[in-house]
Structure formats: structure tokens, C-alpha cells
């Protein structure tokens, strides 16, 4: 292992060099990110394999990506925001196909109005296309994920895409130090991709896509697509042990500090999570029992788990990157307060929508959080159940 | 508590602050200390004043928010102090380090800047006399290091030696060690 001074774009770029997947399809050109960039670059310099495929579109990118896979080729694709909005109508495809396609997305607002910077839209939006999502807080957790996403994806229990998140800008354009893996040691822990029933395998011709109407078994597919999401539960945390045993850095579907005793916990995802938890060892050290859940697996949600493990909380506050206009709150609040609606006793749960756009969180916004926090512990009624942090008034 | 130090770079477009904020994150690598290195993103247009941050720390830093309180300021170009608040959310004792032939009382008592250690080293004119470009973002890493003490000089070298070794040629890895060490030895302050 060696460390470098790396972007998140370019730690990932890097994890899919190790890989060496036999396709890339990717649109070249804005919303795209520097992976896809870099990546061209390695075709380019003959340092990898990959058949480079530059497509015209974000959807045409998934498309290709979608054929290439069902012909029995390790995929991959890269996008972010309106490019990720683009492909919407493939990425329901590709995992109904069950196709082991693997994107690194970079998380970025939506328009309008047009904003390019940080903000979970994107994917959140995206969490019931039947894709696994895995949330990454920095650049080491964006390269350690991607390389994982393709056991996942693979495994013959699962036979899913598995889509990687880190941060816009925040993480994919700030330099960090990154462990960085052998090339040899990524291959070997990916393997060799085998294809399940490749279109190429024209001894044995089958019908990809086809009609499937009512008299037919589009809802029995339905339901094999959630049988698998629930199989990923167990590979998901297989494969992060094992990834452990050859870093020393071992990935479950969420991590925890200093929750065992604490009264309130913040629960947060991607690059937040850091700053959460720099904040909750300053209050630790006021003698404040204050905790932190890091969310990395989405989907599928690891609903008993989580419970379990805010079990003792009796005040959670969910931090949400993306908004969720008219529902009760953002994506990662409703899970989670769906979540603890059997855990008794039942904690009082808030929203905390930061960050949209690219608006930063600062230390204070998060120690007015738990400020509010407190309030609910200490038995104040607190009116809203949905806070904003650090936004403007009027 | 954790002890991050926390640069801010003040520079136009095009004259390097990402650069430097880099190197400066290179250095903190070579020298085994955990780093970030980051611009404030926004349209960059060559020119304009922009801002780039580098946190150092010999723990590993998770907070990933804009650097607001910064106890380093770099300022590449001097006539940013007509146009930017170059020490906006500094404390008292924090340390601003401008790329100026200035002297460096003179200039601090005509900038405002009472409470701070303000130091001057004529970045520009250095470039120019070793590497033969107006590039100042290297003296000023040698300056930081002199002043700050976050690293040795002799990591810098090193630093620019190994990353700089790859793609040019000794003439010009010796040219910017030279810049680096009139940096270090050439940074005065008031």
C-alpha cells in the first residue's frame, strides 16, 4: 500500500484503473466529472484494457453501458447531477436487467435554479431505481467503495448495479491523502468478471428487454429485484470484511462514534458526517453525550440494524443533503424515522436540510442543531420537525 | 483537540494559489501529516481574485467546510489588499504573509492590519530572478515554511526535487529549490 496526495475524482478514476473493466461508456463533456476525464486519458496512454466508448448523451452513456453489460462485459460509467437525471429512464433498466454495471456518481444539485455545486439530489432521487447505493465520506472511502462495488454488483446472490457516492467539489475536487491498493492486489480481490447468460454467448442465444405484459411476469420480476436488494444486505457486509482484511479498513453498511451512551444522535451521510464528527469530540470533551451514525448503504436500507444500534438514542437528528418537497421530510429522515417506529422506547426524531447547492456547513451550524437537540432532550416542545441550517431568513 | 493548521491563499486567477495550496499539501504528505487541500469553487476566470485552503494536521482531518478562521493568509498578489478583505475572519496573531517589496511594518500599518503578524517577501521578483516566470506561489511555500515552522525546509526541497524531478529538467528543479530557499530566507516581518 502507498499514500498519495489525491483528488476524489481522481482516487476513483484510479480504483476503476486498478479494476481495468472491459468497458467505459461516458458522456466527455459537462455534467461529467474528471473520472470520466482521466479515464480517457489512461485509454488514451494504453495503461488499461477498457474499450472507451464516448457517447452523445448521459442516457445514451447508460444505454451503452446497459448493451455492453448484457453482452458479458465488465461495465462501467461515471456521472453526476443533470447527467445522472438524464440517464433516469436506463438506470431503471439496467437493474431490472440485473446487470452488474458499477457508476461512481459525484453528488451535485439539480436545476434549476442551475447550480453545479454539492448536494445529494441527484442520487437520492435516484434510491428507488433498484440500484445499490453506497455513500462514501472522503476520497478514501470513494476509492475503497468502487473497488467493493464490483463484488457486490457481481456476487450470484446479487447480480445488481451498484451505484458509489462522494461529495461535488467538497470531496471530488479537494486533495487528500489516499492508501492506495497494488494493481495486482485490486484484480485479484475483483476477480474475473463471469457473465451470466451474455448475449455474445451465441451457442446459447437469449432474449434480453423483452415484452412482458399482463398475462406475463413483470410483477413476479418486481419482486425477485427486492429478494436480491435483500440478499445484498449480507454480500454488502461479506465484502467489506473481507476488503478489511486486506486494508485494514473494514466497511459495514453504516460506523458509529461514541453512540453506546449518548442521549442524542446525529445521523448523517457523505462528507457531513466528518464534520459531525469533529463537532461531537468537541462536545464530548463539555461532557455531552452526543453520538454519530454514518450512513454508507442506502440501498438497501439497513432498517434493523440502524435500530438497534440507536436503540439507546432518545434524540435523533437526521442531517438530509437533498430536500423532499411536500413529503415529511428528506430521504435519509423518512428511513430512519420509519426505522425507529417500532423501537421502544421511540425517540424523538428531527430533520436537519443543509447544504443545498452547495452551501456549506459550518461547525456552528451543526452545534445549533444539537442545540435544538437538547431542547427536545430536556423536554422543551420544539414546534417544527424540520429544520434548515445556515439558510438565509426571507 | 485536535490541532489543524489552517491556510487560507489569496491570489488572481492564474497565478497559482491551487498550485501552491497543492504543493503545500505534497509537502505535508512527504513529511508523513494528514492534509487537505482545496480551492472555494466557483467561475474561475483568469485574473479575478480567487481563494484556495489548505488544512495540516498530524491526525487525520475530517471536517471538510470552508476554512473560516484561518491562521495562515497567503497573499500571492498585492494588489488584492485594494480589492479583497484578505484577513476577514482572522484572529488576533494570525499570521499574513504577501508577496511584496514592501517593507513589512510599512505595509501592514497602511493595509490595517493591527493585530496581526504581517511579513513580506518579494515572491514575484524572486520567480523571476531564478525560474525566469512571475509564478510566486513557490518562494511563498518556502516563506510559509520559515515563518510557520509546519515543516522543515529541507521537506520542501525534497518536495520539489521528487515532484518536480519527474518532469523537468535539473536546470529547472534547481531553479525553483533556488526560488524556494530565497523564499525562506528572504521572508522579513514587522
Not at chain 1, 453512540?259 to 444522535?265: G, K, M, P
Not at chain 2, 487560507?8 to 492534509?35: C, I, N, P
Not at chain 2, 521537506?155 to 523564499?183: P, W
Amino acid at each position: 500500500m502507498s499514500r498519495k496526495a489525491m483528488t476524489g475524482n481522481g482516487a476513483i478514476a484510479l480504483a476503476l484503473k486498478q479494476v481495468d473493466p472491459d468497458v467505459m461508456s461516458a458522456y466527455p463533456i459537462t455534467p461529467q466529472t474528471e473520472i470520466a476525464q482521466n479515464y480517457a486519458q489512461f485509454v488514451a496512454d494504453g495503461a488499461v484494457k477498457t474499450e472507451y466508448i464516448a457517447v452523445e448523451s448521459e442516457h445514451s452513456a447508460m444505454s451503452a453501458a446497459i448493451g455492453s453489460c448484457a453482452a458479458g462485459a465488465r461495465t462501467i460509467t461515471a456521472t453526476s447531477s443533470q447527467g445522472f437525471a438524464l440517464m433516469w429512464e436506463m438506470l431503471f433498466i439496467a437493474a431490472s436487467l440485473r446487470l452488474p454495471i458499477t457508476m461512481p456518481v459525484i453528488t451535485r444539485a439539480l436545476s434549476g435554479p442551475i447550480n453545479i455545486h454539492c448536494d445529494h439530489s441527484d442520487s437520492m432521487g435516484g434510491r428507488d431505481c433498484g440500484w445499490i447505493q453506497l455513500y462514501g465520506e472522503d476520497a478514501q472511502e470513494g476509492y475503497d467503495n468502487a473497488i467493493q462495488a464490483f463484488r457486490i454488483a457481481e456476487h450470484a446472490d446479487v447480480r445488481l448495479p451498484v451505484m458509489t457516492m462522494i461529495d461535488g467539489f467538497i470531496i471530488s475536487g479537494a486533495i487528500g491523502p489516499l492508501e492506495v491498493l497494488q494493481d495486482a492486489q485490486v484484480k485479484q480481490f475483483v476477480g474475473e468478471f463471469e457473465p451470466l447468460h451474455p448475449l455474445l454467448d451465441v451457442a446459447n442465444p437469449v432474449t434480453v428487454g423483452a415484452f412482458d405484459s399482463l398475462g406475463g411476469w413483470y410483477f413476479e420480476h418486481k419482486v425477485t429485484q427486492n429478494q436480491a436488494m435483500a440478499r445484498a444486505m449480507q454480500v454488502i457486509e461479506d465484502v467489506g470484511r473481507e476488503y478489511g482484511e486486506l486494508t485494514g479498513r473494514p466497511y459495514s453498511h453504516f460506523k458509529t462514534h461514541m453512540i453506546e451512551d449518548a442521549e442524542i444522535v446525529l445521523v448523517a451521510i457523505g462528507s457531513a458526517a466528518g464534520n459531525v464528527k469533529t463537532m461531537v469530540d468537541k462536545l464530548r470533551a463539555q461532557g455531552k453525550k452526543v453520538g454519530l451514525l454514518k450512513v454508507r448503504t442506502f440501498r438497501p436500507f439497513p432498517t434493523e440494524q440502524i435500530r438497534a444500534a440507536l436503540s439507546g438514542a432518545r434524540v435523533i437528528g437526521v442531517m438530509d443533503r437533498s430536500d423532499s418537497f411536500g413529503a415529511q421530510g428528506g430521504p435519509l429522515f423518512t428511513e430512519i424515522r420509519s426505522a425507529m417506529f417500532e423501537a421502544e422506547p421511540r425517540p424523538q426524531i428531527f430533520n436537519f436540510i443543509y447544504g443545498l447547492g452547495g452551501r456549506d456547513l459550518f461547525p456552528d451550524d451543526i452545534e445549533g442543531a444539537v442545540a435544538l437537540l437538547e431542547k427536545a432532550a430536556a423536554g422543551e416542545e420544539v414546534a417544527q420537525t424540520r429544520h434548515y441550517l445556515n439558510v438565509r431568513e426571507g | 483537540m485536535q490541532q489543524v493548521t489552517e491556510i487560507r491563499w489569496h491570489a488572481r486567477g492564474g497565478q497559482g494559489a491551487v498550485t501552491a495550496a497543492k504543493m503545500t499539501a505534497e509537502v505535508a504528505l512527504s513529511q508523513d501529516k494528514y492534509f487537505q487541500a482545496f480551492p472555494e469553487y466557483g467561475p474561475e476566470r483568469s485574473g479575478a481574485p480567487i481563494v484556495a485552503f489548505t488544512r495540516i494536521s498530524d491526525e487525520p482531518i475530517q471536517i471538510y467546510s470552508a476554512i473560516e478562521h484561518p491562521g495562515y493568509v497567503l497573499v500571492l498578489d498585492p494588489t488584492l489588499l485594494d480589492a479583497v478583505d484578505v484577513t476577514a475572519g482572522t484572529g488576533n496573531g494570525a499570521v499574513v504573509i504577501i508577496n511584496s517589496e514592501e517593507d513589512a511594518g510599512a505595509l501592514a500599518a497602511r493595509a490595517g492590519m493591527e493585530g496581526k503578524q504581517v511579513y513580506t517577501v518579494p515572491a514575484t521578483r524572486i520567480a523571476l530572478e531564478t525560474i525566469g516566470r512571475a509564478i510566486p506561489n513557490t518562494p511563498l511555500i518556502g516563506a510559509l515554511a520559515k515563518v510557520s515552522g509546519i515543516f522543515p525546509l529541507e521537506g520542501v526541497l525534497d518536495e520539489v526535487k521528487t515532484s518536480l524531478g519527474k518532469k523537468f529538467s535539473d536546470e529547472v528543479v534547481g531553479a525553483n529549490l533556488d526560488a524556494v530557499r530565497r523564499g525562506y530566507e528572504e521572508v522579513a516581518g514587522s
